[in-house]
């Protein structure tokens, strides 16, 4: 059981906008800075979005982050094909005094 | 970003040490944290630890009475030896560049990971 809590799957056609939502408490989330993962099968996560709503160098703009309390959310707008992959939320657990990660997210392009 | 080569062995007999160590191939290990993430076949990810180049450490509440990580700043590379291990061991681990520290998830570099088998 994780300390965050994301839907399990979300699915979308190429082209809609997709939302992913990251819930935790006032130890995590509403207190410090959400981060956002990309991983694809066998290989390593990717940081997609930092401090809520930064993206690295190299990300599209089509990735966005978002925090409001205790709730996190990245949307992905224009989705294409390449975007099927599994995401994750992560922030520091003030209670546990290290880093958590949501449970993760398969996103399906339809 | 830094480059991050994993090493160590795939499979660990239960009760045994899961050693395995991250040598940066670009960068320089003497800044930043440096973590030790895991993630078991088909689940999510696990933070295990970290460490600064100082040598201090902060280790994740569930494992802290199994695991030691360690740096040599002369090899530029850090390690992980994780104890007894069992079968609810077996996962992928990836190290990785954590930024900020405390308070910070800021994972930016990650190694290619090390699916490790605890079975006999």
């Known amino acids: 059981q994780s300390v965050l809590t994301q839907p399990p799957s979300a699915s979308a056609t190429p082209g809609q906008r997709v939302t992913i939502s990251c819930s935790g408490s006032s130890s995590n989330v509403e207190t410090n800075n959400v981060n956002w993962y990309q991983q694809f099968p066998g290989t390593a996560p990717k940081l997609l979005i930092y401090d809520n709503h930064q993206r690295p160098s190299g990300v599209p703009d089509r990735f966005s982050g978002s925090k409001s309390g205790t709730s996190a959310s990245l949307a992905i707008s224009g989705l294409q094909s390449e975007d099927e992959a599994n995401y994750y939320c992560a922030v520091w657990d003030d209670s546990l005094n290290g880093p958590v990660f949501g449970g993760g997210t398969k996103l399906t392009v339809l | 970003q830094v480059q991050l080569q994993q090493s160590g062995p795939g499979l660990v007999k239960p009760s045994e040490t899961l050693s395995l160590t991250c040598t940066l191939s670009?960068?320089?290990?003497?800044?930043?944290?440096w973590s030790w993430i895991r993630q078991p076949p088909g689940k999510g990810l696990e933070w295990i630890g970290y460490i600064y180049y100082t040598g201090s450490t902060n280790y994740s509440p569930s494992l802290k009475s199994r695991v030691t990580i360690s740096v040599d700043t002369s090899k530029n590379q850090f390690s992980l030896n994780l104890r007894s291990v069992t079968a609810a061991d077996t996962a992928v681990y990836y190290c990785?560049?954590?930024?900020?520290?405390?308070?910070?998830?800021?994972?930016?570099?990650w190694g290619q990971g090390s699916l490790v088998t605890v079975s006999s």
């Open positions: 670009t960068g320089s290990i003497s800044s930043y944290y």
């Open positions: 990785a560049r954590e930024l900020g520290g405390t308070y910070s998830t800021n994972f930016d570099s």
